[in-house]
């Protein structure tokens, strides 16, 4: 009961949430403006309560308009398994609630409009969210699938990518299909407007996930993945061969031979702690 407490004192409803509720008052849709909001709600907390039984640390849940979005305070170091669970907890949500209202319409506890509507309003939310944009649900498991096999700044650039395009797409098939329809625009806008921050932000974002690796957990880390880096090579050039879920022993080479081995903590503390930000892998492995 607590947790679930702690969960519902992270709710944020945006200025504009209550203005789409006036409004809702006023045309007589406020019905369907409630299941719609119900909806997204379960489906954020879905997120939040997968995130809290995992003991991540929850910023904040925050209902908009057209949607949810729940923000977390993790930087990419969760296991990437752990993760996943937390992105899929919230579409998994949609089907136990079609579930239970298929079962109220069956024993005519609901009218089929009603029935209707609400299964048409989960399957239109389910659907979105799994489109492959960020910050949606789809755009993170892109990211976490992309994160197997590349670095974090290559598997974040190649996300926010991918994105762009997929709203390209999305915005050229609403153009011939509805181009009325000014709520798919602001939707549309949120997501162009999201993406840019995040492109903007890139940087900063892959130096958080940095610090949160240096200063953070360690234990979380289990599976080693070497990179092999030249003793040429520039420091922040090996950083930026991280991956999410592993933890790098750094193998330096010169002339294909190698030439010793340091831990990935190392070169995290030479970055941030001795701001050593020019150096090169042969710098350190003679200091250590």
């Not at 150096?279 to 003679?286: G, V």
Request: glycine share 6%; net charge neutral; proline share 4%.
């Amino acid at each position: 009961m607590n947790r679930v407490i702690s969960l519902l004192q992270h709710v944020y409803i945006h200025p504009l949430l209550w203005f789409v509720i006036a409004i809702s008052i006023a045309t007589a849709h406020f019905l369907e403006v409630c299941l719609l909001i119900g909806i997204i709600f379960i489906h954020e907390m879905g997120h939040a309560a997968a995130a809290s039984f995992f003991s991540w640390r929850i910023k904040k849940i925050t209902l908009l308009p057209f949607g949810g979005v729940a923000e977390m305070e993790e930087h990419g170091n969760r296991p990437l398994k752990e993760e996943a669970i937390v992105v899929l907890a919230g579409p998994a949500q949609h089907i136990w609630m079609v579930a239970l209202a298929f079962g109220l319409f069956y024993f005519e506890l609901i009218p089929e409009d009603m029935f209707q509507l609400f299964f048409h309003y989960n399957l239109m939310i389910f659907i979105f969210n799994l489109f492959p944009v960020w910050p949606l649900d789809g755009g993170k498991l892109i990211f976490m699938f992309l994160s197997l096999k590349k670095s974090f700044p290559i598997a974040h650039r190649l996300t926010l990518i991918i994105s762009f395009l997929s709203v390209g797409i999305f915005s050229v098939v609403t153009l011939l299909a509805a181009p009325q329809q000014l709520n798919v625009w602001i939707i549309v806008g949120f997501l162009l407007f999201s993406l840019y921050h995040e492109w903007k932000q890139r940087r900063y974002i892959f130096m958080r996930f940095l610090l949160e690796r240096y200063y953070g957990k360690k234990s979380d880390l289990q599976a080693l993945k070497p990179i092999q880096a030249n003793e040429q090579d520039l420091l922040i050039d090996v950083l930026e061969k991280f991956q999410r879920g592993c933890k790098h022993p750094i193998i330096v080479e010169s002339d294909g031979k190698e030439k010793g081995m340091l831990d990935e903590n190392e070169l995290l503390h030479a970055y941030f702690s001795e701001k050593r930000l020019t150096d090169k892998i042969s710098d350190l492995l003679f200091s250590y």
